[in-house]
């Protein structure tokens, strides 16, 4: 276990908690991460790993898929049983199964080792970008996706009327017993709220934000992962299975061929 600090000008620092085996991958991997001006805390086991989690204090997490005593698939899934903070998951082989694992299991997000040093904090930055939204422009026009840089307005038509949603002053989108408060970023289902991660958060405000509206795998990654390049649909797919686990699978309708709307 180690812990360590770069200064960046009195700012708060971002504090990743990276659990890695490999010695020699965590140490360039947290040197890299430092020199982004990140803090880190890192494991080498994912009991550690989970032992650190639970002291607190992160803001997002970096996982190998690989570990000993609890690998990454099962240290994801402890987590999620009590935080939705963002999860990035590194695989050494890229293989299917273990991407498709670590996704089910709750990650926002994956990287393939060896991973480029620019492509990481990429990544690492779209998650936290994920996971800080801006209330503020939600509350002043709910037809925002509430999620920052890659808020979309929904196109108006002219001969429709604005939908109740989209007149909410209190910024309430609703949909049947399905409630998005979009100021306060909480989710709520026949009153009851959702716990949801930051990516299935951010997923459904984008379908919030038209619903009714086809949208296809590509343009759901560039909005809600920030993908500027062409990204693993992989990681909607699984992410829309989650989504449909917590707020009823009958709401997210797939379109064959074409991708997925949220049902009015």
């Known amino acids: 276990m180690s812990y360590s600090a770069a200064g960046n000008g009195g700012a708060p620092l971002v504090t990743v908690l990276l659990v890695e085996d490999d010695e020699v991958i965590r140490r360039s991997v947290a040197m890299a991460l430092e020199r982004y001006g990140y803090r880190v805390a890192a494991a080498g086991d994912g009991l550690t790993g989970l032992e650190l989690f639970r002291e607190g204090g992160h ?3 970096l996982l190998d898929v690989m570990l000993p005593g609890l690998d990454g698939i099962g240290l994801c899934r402890r987590i999620r049983e009590t935080s939705m903070d963002p999860i990035l998951m590194m695989s050494a082989r890229g293989d299917a199964l273990d991407i498709v694992s670590g996704l ?8 393939v080792k060896p991973v480029d040093t620019a492509v990481l904090v990429a990544r690492i ?3 936290l970008r994920r996971a800080t939204f801006a209330p503020d422009a939600a509350a002043a026009d709910p037809t925002v996706a509430a999620a920052g840089e890659s808020a979309v307005h929904r196109p108006a038509r002219p001969d429709e009327p604005d939908p109740p949603h989209q007149r909410a002053q209190n910024a309430r989108l609703v949909f049947g017993d399905l409630a998005i408060d979009t100021a306060g970023l909480e989710v709520f ?3 009851e709220p959702v716990a949801l991660a930051p990516s299935e958060l951010r997923l459904l405000l984008e379908f919030a934000a ?3 509206v086809v949208l296809d ?3 759901l990654l560039r909005n809600v992962w920030d993908y500027g390049w062409d ?4 990681v909607v797919d699984l992410c829309v299975r989650r989504l449909r686990k917590k707020i009823g699978a009958e709401r ?3 379109v064959r061929g074409f991708g997925y709307k949220l049902r009015r």
Not at 231 to 234: A, I, T
């Open 252 to 254: 997210i309708e797939t």
């Open 59 to 61: 803001d997002l997490l």
């Open 104 to 111: 089910e299991a709750g990650a926002d997000d994956y990287v």
């Open 217 to 219: 795998r590509q343009t």
């Open 189 to 191: 289902l026949a009153g």
């Open 210 to 212: 038209y619903p009714g």
């Open 125 to 127: 930055r779209s998650l």
């Open 231 to 234: 990204g693993d649909s992989r």
